[in-house]
């Protein structure tokens, strides 16, 4: 089975602080994503990997940035918080970037920013 | 623009009952569509795909319709059960960085089926 891990299941932190979000998938998958979902909006993607040191900017990448130094390890960073970044955000994982590709999903972070 | 919309915030059917989720879509590049199911505190989790090719697919007690000139999807659960309660996303697949396709994701339907 898959297993996509976060580091925290809740967060609590205060505007300005720097947050790293981290996930690790244990089953050599080559993409890796980073998704935040809201009441009323879904899940919404902010960026994604499919590869070491290699990312691309999702649908909200404003406010964020990634890291991706090892293959099962894909970090979300909020730079400096921000009350519009309470959320619930979610880690996933594919085997590679093919039409069919099934992601895995982590259980979640829930993100509080006071 | 929201490219993959679910209409229906909410859905409440009886045990037994089918269960009819919908979901349209408006970019024609999408070639594969999947439903992915979550529980409260819980990541999604996969159930069903189809590919832009086919219009129907099936497996157990859901099966997925797809009809393309419409734009349109369909979830059915026949019969429905309590523990279907949870939340469904529709979501569409097209090309995201170079050859790799990432997902677009409908705002989902909370589904309850009451006993």
């Known amino acids: 089975d898959v297993k996509v891990t976060q580091s925290s299941r809740y967060l609590v932190k205060r505007t300005g602080e720097k947050v790293f979000l981290e996930c690790v998938q244990d089953m050599d998958h080559e993409n890796m994503f980073w998704y935040r979902q809201d009441p009323g909006l879904g899940l919404r993607l902010i960026y994604f990997s499919y590869d070491v040191k290699m990312k691309e900017k999702g649908d909200i990448p404003e406010g964020y940035s990634v890291s991706r130094e090892k293959k099962e390890r894909f970090s979300l960073i909020l730079e400096s918080a921000s009350t519009n970044q309470t959320s619930m955000y979610l880690c996933?994982?594919?085997?590679?970037?093919?039409?069919?590709?099934?992601?895995?999903f982590g259980p979640g972070t829930r993100l509080t920013v006071l | 623009d929201q490219q993959v919309k679910q209409n229906s915030p909410s859905l409440s059917v009886q045990e037994g009952r089918i269960s009819i989720l919908n979901c349209d879509y408006t970019?024609?590049?999408?070639?594969?569509f999947l439903w992915y199911k979550k529980y409260p505190a819980e990541g999604p989790t996969f159930l069903i795909s189809i590919s832009s090719i086919k219009d129907k697919n099936e497996d157990g007690r859901f099966t997925v319709f797809l009809n393309k000139s419409a734009k349109h999807l369909s979830l059915h659960i026949v019969p429905s059960q309590p523990g279907d309660s949870a939340v469904y996303f529709c979501a569409a697949s097209a090309r995201g960085g170079g050859s790799n396709y990432k997902l677009t994701f409908g705002k989902g339907t909370l589904l309850t089926v009451n006993p």
């Open positions: 970019n024609s590049m999408f070639d594969y």
């Open positions: 996933a994982s594919s085997l590679s970037g093919a039409l069919t590709d099934t992601q895995y």
